[in-house]
């Protein structure tokens, strides 16, 4: 009985270290690069990991990125 009380603990152990890995792990959706492109513009080359890089030539002084973030379920990161 101990034995398998002691099964049960790092059997949990175990699942909770998944569930955290998985709650905090982070991949990169883009990287951005600005360069000057003269008085009130600049170049802005956006890597993505997935696809092929992109620029834009932009004018002002500011850039927005917006991103929509998936969550998955506890049973769907265990599973992760």
Request: proline residues 5%; hydrophobic residues 45%; charged residues 15%.
């Amino acid at each position: 009985m101990l034995l398998l009380g002691q099964l049960a603990i790092c059997a949990l152990i175990v699942v909770g270290t998944q569930g955290y890995r998985a709650l905090t792990q982070e991949q990169v959706a883009a990287t951005i690069e600005t360069y000057p492109a003269g008085p009130g513009a600049f170049k802005a080359r956006f890597s993505f990991p997935e696809g092929p890089d992109t620029s834009f030539v932009l004018a002002g002084d500011e850039i927005y990125v917006d991103a929509h973030m998936l969550k998955w379920t506890s049973l769907g990161t265990i599973l992760d």
